[in-house]
């Protein structure tokens, strides 16, 4: 009979995660779909997680916007096609670096928040408490987060996307006179529906994971205050990490199309 060394202890530290995920994962999707759905806490939710954060996103589009092409004109113009700059930096910002970056900062935003939060009721036992008075906290606490993240984060880059291309506008304008018209017609003549669906798609999965990990690390929270703190790290790293594997997979599969 084959014996095989124990694993280390960071493996399987690991590994049970990974299965206590996996369930946390499929009682969400029974949680669900069953009766009684809390819509008034759902579209508390999507004021709380999608509009606040609205501003902070927003600002940050449109500097990222502004900035790429003030850093993208020198080389341009010293291979002598400036005139690309439009399309170049609306197809990278609408497939890549909108949606990426809008889902870091909701990540790091959003993630920690739920994390914080649900973790300080964890240990406070508000949690316990709504189980003794006849309310789901996970379909309270746990599904009304997770829908209203996944649902909210794919407007949200639908707007900083359109920030960021108006921020890139006026960085073009900073060195040659570009009509708006112009230079929109000049990004659209360069997109295709392959660019922009996928690009859509995929954020409907980063909202799912910074919301179902946030979820999962606030939800079981323990070792006090402590503990409370490190839900809201944990939840902003796996969600930042789970965002690029996303990412990598949805690249791989819109390559394959």
Do not use: W
Request: with cysteine; proline share 4%.
């Amino acid at each position: 009979m084959l014996h095989f060394p124990p694993l280390p202890k960071n493996t399987r530290l690991f590994l049970q995660e990974m299965g206590e995920m996996s369930r946390f994962i499929g009682r969400f999707f029974v949680e669900g779909v069953r009766p009684r759905y809390e819509f008034g806490e759902f579209f508390h939710q999507c004021f709380v997680i999608g509009y606040k954060s609205l501003p902070l996103i927003g600002l940050t589009a449109f500097i990222i916007g502004l900035v790429l092409t003030m850093q993208l004109h020198p080389t341009m113009v010293y291979y002598g096609i400036e005139a690309q700059i439009p399309a170049m930096v609306g197809i990278a910002i609408i497939r890549e670096i909108g949606p990426i970056v809008t889902s870091l900062i909701f990540a790091g935003k959003i993630g920690s928040s739920i994390g914080a939060e649900l973790g300080s009721m964890k240990v406070t036992e508000q949690i316990d408490a709504m189980e003794v008075s006849g309310t789901n906290p996970f379909k309270y606490l746990v599904v009304t987060r997770t829908l209203a993240a996944m649902l909210t984060l794919p407007f949200l880059v639908i707007i900083a996307d359109a920030i960021s291309l108006y921020g890139s506008f006026l960085g073009v304008n900073i060195y040659e006179n570009l009509s708006f018209h112009l230079f929109y017609e000049k990004i659209l003549d360069y997109l295709f529906f392959i660019d922009i669906v996928p690009a859509f798609i995929k954020t409907f999965f980063f909202g799912f994971a910074i919301g179902i990990i946030g979820c999962f690390k606030g939800y079981y929270s323990n070792k006090g205050t402590e503990g409370v703190g490190r839900s809201a790290n944990s939840a902003v790293v796996v969600s930042s990490v789970a965002i690029f594997i996303l990412d990598l997979i949805a690249v791989q599969i819109t390559d394959l199309l």
